[in-house]
């Protein structure tokens, strides 16, 4: 162990053995990598209007989104991305004004270069 006296001695020890293992570790981790950094995103929402004092009609809106990235390079990302949307109309006797009901669908590709630039 490392004394007071001797603490110098000690930290360049590490400091060499660390400089040494560097470029070992490096190769073994080049080596060994399965995927290159991989994010995923999941997210539902789901929003229900009640008009329970009315006679208008009550509003369900669900909503997922689903969207993943790869990065190709640290600086080339490639990403897809799914969107779906709805509203329907529910109960009552008078449908809203301006209010329709839908289905929507959304698929994005999306190409991300993001070089570093010094200025």
């Not at 400091?15 to 995103?41: C, M, S, Y």
């Not at 929003?47 to 080339?76: G, H, M, Q, V």
């Amino acid at each position: 162990m490392c004394g007071t006296q001797h603490a110098r001695h000690c930290a360049g020890s590490a400091d060499a053995l660390l400089r040494d293992l560097e470029p070992t570790a490096a190769k073994l981790l080049d080596r060994h990598q399965i995927l290159r950094p991989w994010r995923v995103t999941v997210a539902y929402i789901y929003e229900y209007t009640d008009y329970t004092d009315s006679n208008t009609a009550n509003l369900s809106n669900p909503r997922l989104s689903l969207s993943t990235e790869y990065a190709l390079r640290e600086w080339l990302v490639l990403g897809l991305s799914y969107r779906y949307g709805a509203q329907r109309e529910h109960g009552g006797n008078v449908s809203q004004a301006g209010v329709n009901e839908f289905t929507d669908n959304q698929v994005m590709l999306t190409v991300t270069a993001s070089p570093k630039f010094r200025f």
